[in-house]
């Protein structure tokens, strides 16, 4: 809630990137935004500073309440409040056991609209309570312990926390204990696990690691802030006791709705079972290193994905990178095409066995080329977001799309095999999303000091991709290219 503050007042220290300052409208788009389904296209609802009193949406063993965060008068809720309102979640919860109408925004967008609808038109509360998760701040997941993701196959630590916030594991475990229409859910585990979770169509990541940063820095030791739930004043609690509480959110079901939720669990856990995440924590040396080599840490990771690609598939994969466009009024990203000649004769050279300094040359000049590139599509000098744009206007306006954006050179080049994006921040901390094409990999990385830490993600039901295997030849790759530097 301070973060809001900052946000709204105008007080937060605007995002710089060497040394030019960034839009900061997306940190606007956080809080009480959300994505409303419909029959042919969604409605996007932005929040800001207009929720009021505020509240937050927390959702434990499926069921929902909503939650004020402060007082009548104003007054923010102390942490000892706020952790008796969770308490009080907790016990509810176990009281009123429900299905998981939340899944059912798990579902594809048309079917979920339908069922909204129909969801909204069984009775006035049902309304009521669908606008309230819209207009919350955000939804606090409080997960329920799964003994399942930490038996049987054998995952890290870190993995096992990706699937759980990412998705919840499947169905008897916690994906119905989500809302994924909410612009931003906070997922927290029994275990301790915690991690955002939020729809990607308003924000990008940037200012969610800030804000977590934010969170950390101010709740960290010696911070100042009462770490204790027994630290706030007894009279002040006792002056707020009946005035704030937790409120119950039920749903009205009828079979055919229940039906509905059962199909939503079976489509969820199909879905969970063929996405393959794994998380790689890469602790041989960090972007310390390679900036003591005179490279740029990103491109430099981006050639370690590029070799480790083209050692398993013999093939140089179109290559997707968002660039920021924050520069720009309102800016989101552009595309950096990683893959380039400079990247193929490196990859090649070194499969090859070319010698060492061969190879020292072609990788300098592959980071060089792609460090370039990427200032290019910062600058606004990149093609995709343009292309895109003539493609959406002619679709908008009936017109036939330009050949050139039909032709089979382009569609391949964007049929992006490496969908990846670099996250950076000085905590242990990344992120992790699904493969842009079925046949690909999804990559996000953490390149910090000491070590890269990176979510990697692919579909089970193509069979030639694995996450696993491609985190190791990644790693396997990063130490070749040490000793090609060095």
């Not at 590029?306 to 309102?330: C, D, G, I, K, M």
Request: glycine residues 6%; hydrophobic residues 35%; aromatic residues 8%.
């Amino acid at each position: 809630m301070e973060f809001r503050e900052l946000i709204n007042s105008g007080q937060l220290e605007p995002d710089s990137m060497k040394g030019k300052p960034l839009c900061m409208s997306q940190y606007l788009k956080i809080f009480g935004s959300y994505r409303v389904p419909g029959n042919t296209h969604d409605e996007i609802i932005v929040g800001g500073e207009k929720e009021d009193p505020p509240f937050i949406v927390v959702m434990h063993r499926n069921v929902l309440f909503q939650v004020p965060v402060q007082h009548e008068s104003g007054e923010a809720l102390s942490q000892h409040e706020l952790f008796q309102q969770l308490l009080s979640v907790v016990t509810q919860a176990t009281a009123h056991p429900t299905v998981p109408v939340g899944i059912l925004t798990s579902q594809d967008r048309t079917t979920w609209a339908r069922t909204h609808k129909a969801l909204a038109m069984k009775c006035k509360m049902n309304r009521h309570h669908l606008e309230l998760v819209q207009k919350s701040l955000f939804v606090l997941c409080l997960d329920s312990p799964n003994e399942a993701l930490n038996s049987g196959k054998k995952k890290s630590q870190l993995t096992n926390s990706s699937r759980q916030v990412m998705h919840g594991d499947g169905s008897n475990a916690n994906s119905g204990n989500r809302w994924f229409d909410k612009t931003l859910q906070l997922i927290v585990g029994a275990d301790g696990v915690c991690g955002w979770n939020y729809e990607h169509t308003l924000i990008e990541g940037p200012p969610l690691f800030r804000m977590m940063e934010y969170i950390v820095k101010q709740t960290g030791a010696g911070s100042g802030h009462q770490n204790s739930h027994t630290s706030a004043s007894g009279n002040n609690i006792a002056k707020h006791a009946t005035e704030v509480r937790a409120k119950h959110m039920p749903f009205e079901l009828d079979t055919p709705l229940v039906e509905l939720i059962d199909s939503a669990k079976d489509q969820m856990d199909m879905l969970v079972k063929d996405v393959d995440l794994e998380v790689m924590d890469f602790d041989s040396y960090g972007k310390d290193f390679i900036k003591s080599r005179k490279l740029s840490p990103d491109s430099y990771f981006q050639m370690a994905i590029q070799l480790a690609f083209y050692r398993l598939y013999n093939q140089v994969p179109p290559t997707y990178e968002s660039a920021s466009a924050r520069q720009f009024l309102r800016g989101r990203t552009e595309t950096i095409r990683s893959a380039s000649e400079e990247s193929a004769n490196f990859v090649e050279a070194l499969v090859a066995k070319a010698g060492a300094a061969t190879v020292k040359k072609l990788l300098t000049e592959a980071v060089k080329a792609h460090k370039a590139y990427g200032a290019d599509a910062s600058n606004g000098n990149g093609v995709d977001r343009h292309l895109l744009g003539l493609k959406l206007t002619a679709v908008e306006h009936g017109m036939n799309i330009p050949a050139f954006l039909m032709d089979v050179g382009y569609t391949t080049s964007t049929h992006w095999k490496l969908s990846t994006s670099q996250g950076n921040s000085d905590l242990m901390a990344f992120m992790c999303y699904g493969p842009a094409v079925a046949d690909g990999y999804g990559c996000c990385y953490n390149p910090m000091k000491d070590r890269i830490i990176a979510g990697i993600s692919s579909t089970r039901s193509y069979a030639a991709t694995n996450s696993r295997r491609f985190a190791e030849t990644v790693a396997d790759s990063l130490m070749d290219m040490r000793k090609i530097v060095e």
